[in-house]
């Protein structure tokens, strides 16, 4: 089982950034542990600041992979070519949140990459990522 998780604008300071809505546990250390449950699936990590960097990545292991964990972060709500890579590729993706956006500010309601999406998850901090990991696990 081959699968990424791709994240987007500043979740590299995930941590640091917003502890109260994001937590303060590094990705890196979130995605050791992740490593650490799920021996059995080759996982992988690509995270960009940058909108075509992203899509390129989606591109790259969208026909390859088994599946494709994103989170897009504020490009989920700004971006038409992530959702038009999401919806040009043949991995399924699942959209995930750390925070639930719906309870937030009226512009992160709106999503281009779910109508391209298996499934979304959001809400459950860090968590989201690994129910998207073990959706894969129990298809
Ligand atoms: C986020 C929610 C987005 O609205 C925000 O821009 C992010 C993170 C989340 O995981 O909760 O950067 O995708």
């Known amino acids: 089982m081959k699968l990424i998780i791709i994240n987007g604008p500043n979740l590299n300071l995930l941590g640091k950034r917003e502890t109260d809505i994001y937590g303060a546990l590094s990705f890196e250390a979130f995605y050791e542990q ?20 992203l899509i390129d990545k989606i591109q790259e292991v969208g026909f390859s992979y088994d599946g ?6 504020a490009y989920t709500h700004t971006s038409v070519g992530i959702g038009d890579a999401v919806k040009a590729v043949e991995t399924p993706v699942i959209e995930v949140h750390i925070s639930n ?18 499934g979304v998850i959001l809400g459950f901090g860090l ?4 129910l998207a990991l073990q959706s894969f696990l129990k298809p």
């Open 68 to 73: 494709i964990i994103l989170n897009a972060a």
């Open 34 to 53: 992740l490593n650490a449950r799920y021996p059995e699936v080759e996982l992988s990590y690509f995270q960009s600041n940058i909108e075509g960097e």
């Open 101 to 118: 956006t719906f309870a937030r500010e009226e512009f992160r309601h709106q999503s281009y990459v779910s109508a391209g999406a298996r």
């Open 127 to 130: 968590q989201s990522y690994e």
